[in-house]
């Protein structure tokens, strides 16, 4: 329980500090950090000017980990994602040159603007936290951890990202419009200077490791991973659903609801950690069937109404 406490105490810190730059969003950065404690991905979809870039920058200044930004454009070549060996004249050798992806945390801006071939150079890493250049593989550091963001109003000139890639992010998650009262924080808060510059590091990337291994360590009864299984089955059974779930999807259920638990101080998770994150971790891994898209039924509400038909368990 020790390490539970020491994780949750640097979590909430993390949260807190990245909340001084994103104002009244901590259900959104919550799920960032639980994405990172998992060991996952996060894909964010939203509209632009509402903090995507600044939620990246200001977690990797609070994790006190390198920080790479990549603008995803139909020009760019997977070389200038990975990196490319150039010829040393001097030693007659090809010496490898590191891309972006060499660092932390990686924010991969509209990464929907990129060919499939550029996007697809993510795949690697993401998943093996290696990336193979001219037949030589590369590890990547500890942690790695991608932030992808997606415009879900401009589609012209985009290439929507196959199933297979949306798979390999643990989350979808949207921040969307601050309140009134929030936005007039925002701009009492950048009067005179971005509060992105005053960000400092409370946690240090040895501390994030630990984290990710403390997470593991939380306790899913047996009746919740029935629980977890019973609703990724019925994604796979459903009516309107073309495509359900992945086991990846399982596993990362359970990954996030061990992250999510640690993140509010429980060595244990309970049902609602579920069910917070069945939207989150699931719903950008569902293709509707036609019918569902002419009745334009939102797989939100797909997700919502299999929540409400499995049974949930009482854990002891």
């Known amino acids: 329980m020790e390490d539970i406490e020491w994780t949750a105490e640097r979590a909430r810190a993390i949260v807190d500090e990245v909340e001084t730059v994103i104002v009244g969003k901590r259900v959104a950065i919550e799920l960032v950090v639980t994405g990172l404690l998992s060991g996952g991905h996060v894909l964010i979809e939203d509209i632009p000017g509402v903090g995507k870039t600044m939620l990246a920058r200001s977690l990797a200044g609070a994790v006190g980990a390198d920080y790479r930004r990549i603008q995803f454009t139909p ?57 193979t250049v001219d037949g030589t593989t590369h590890s990547l550091q500890r942690p790695f951890f991608v932030i992808a963001t997606e415009n879900p109003i401009e589609y012209r000139g985009t290439y929507p990202l196959p199933e297979a890639q949306l798979d390999r992010f643990l989350m979808r998650i949207s921040i969307g419009y601050p309140t009134p009262e929030e936005e007039i924080t925002v701009l009492d808060r950048q009067i ?117 038909q499995i049974p949930v368990p009482v854990v002891g």
Request: hydrophobic share 40%; net charge negative; aromatic share 4%.
């Open 75 to 131: 020009d760019l070549l997977p070389a200038d994602v990975t990196g490319t060996s150039i010829f040393n004249q001097k030693t007659a050798e090809f010496a490898f040159r590191q891309g972006p992806i060499f660092t932390n945390v990686l924010l991969a801006d509209e990464i929907n603007r990129a060919t499939p071939k550029t996007q697809s150079s993510l795949l690697e890493g993401m998943e093996e936290f290696q990336v």
């Open 192 to 308: 005179k200077r971005h509060p992105i510059y005053d960000v400092k590091a409370v946690v240090h990337r040895e501390d994030v490791l630990h984290m990710q291994e403390h997470v593991k360590d939380v306790h899913i009864d047996d009746s919740l991973k029935q629980y977890m299984v019973d609703i990724v089955t019925a994604t796979r059974e459903h009516d309107l659903l073309a495509l359900g779930a992945s086991p990846r999807a399982s596993l990362g259920l359970m990954r996030a609801g061990q992250a999510h638990a640690a993140l509010q101080g429980r060595d244990f998770v309970l049902p609602d950690d579920v069910k917070l994150l069945v939207e989150p971790v699931l719903c950008h891994r569902l293709i509707p069937k036609p019918e569902a898209r002419s009745q334009r039924t939102e797989i939100t509400a797909i997700c919502a109404e299999i929540l409400d």
